[in-house]
């Protein structure tokens, strides 16, 4: 069965710096979707960025972006210019290209300080 | 844009008492989702339907149950509802499967 881990609970950065929130995963699968979530307090989950599989290049969202390694199963996100409106909880995702559901890491929860 | 719509944000019930938590989404989107999530649990599927009056269970659907009538509208159905149920409960929406979900803004439910 696949698992998502993130190992790290709660993390803070300066507004303005950049922070890197981690992300692993397990799977015998070579083809599937990988999802960053965000979860502001009180407000509804959206998505941030998604990678797939099959492609090489990471992906991009302005300040957002992912270091995916698919040979470690890793896929952090990378918060460039961190905002006090990136504070939340973070939601890593995995999902299989043949299967019909998400596997939620438990999160990570950001705080960000002026 | 999306929208996914939750008939309650907060939501109070005694044990016993059967529970029903609607969702609704705009954008005709054939799959639809129920989670429950808990503090350092992240989010666990209940049920899910690809249609309607199709469905499927998730990992955790012990409790629960599900109804689509219609396309646009979820329903989640606590029977009997018990105190281990007291969670933020969370709907979402997708439009195929390699696509990603869209999710309401949650119902967080009290059983006492």
Redesign the interface.
Request: charged share 15%; glycine share 22%.
């Given at each position: 069965a696949q698992t998502v881990t993130q190992s790290q609970p709660e993390m803070s950065v300066q507004e303005a710096e950049t922070v890197t929130l981690s992300c692993t995963y397990d799977t015998s699968e070579s083809d599937y979707y990988l999802f960053w979530y965000k979860q502001p307090p009180s407000r509804q989950m959206i998505l941030v960025i998604r990678q797939e599989a099959y492609k090489q290049q990471n992906a991009t969202e302005n300040r957002f972006s992912v270091n995916f390694q698919k040979a470690a199963k890793s896929f952090s996100l990378k918060i460039s210019d961190s905002q006090l409106g990136d504070a939340a909880m973070y939601f890593c995702a995995y999902r299989s290209a043949s299967a019909d559901k998400l596997i939620f890491g438990t999160g990570t929860r950001l705080q960000v300080f002026p | 844009d999306v929208k996914v719509t939750q008939s309650s944000r907060y939501l109070v019930k005694r044990t016993g008492e059967k529970v029903f938590l609607e969702c609704v989404q705009d954008m005709d989107h054939e799959?639809m989702?129920w989670y429950r999530q808990d503090p350092?649990?992240?989010?666990?599927?209940i049920y899910?339907s690809?249609d309607v009056k199709m469905k499927?269970k998730?990992d955790i659907p012990e409790g629960y149950s599900v109804s689509r009538e219609k396309k646009e509208r979820f329903s989640l159905i606590l029977e009997s509802a018990s105190t281990n149920q007291t969670s933020m409960y969370?709907c979402a929406s997708s439009l195929a499967?390699?696509r990603?979900?869209?999710?309401?803004?949650?119902t967080r439910l009290t059983v006492t």
């Open positions: - | 799959n989702f350092g649990l992240g989010l666990r599927l899910f690809y499927e998730g969370l499967w390699t990603e979900q869209y999710f309401g803004p949650g």
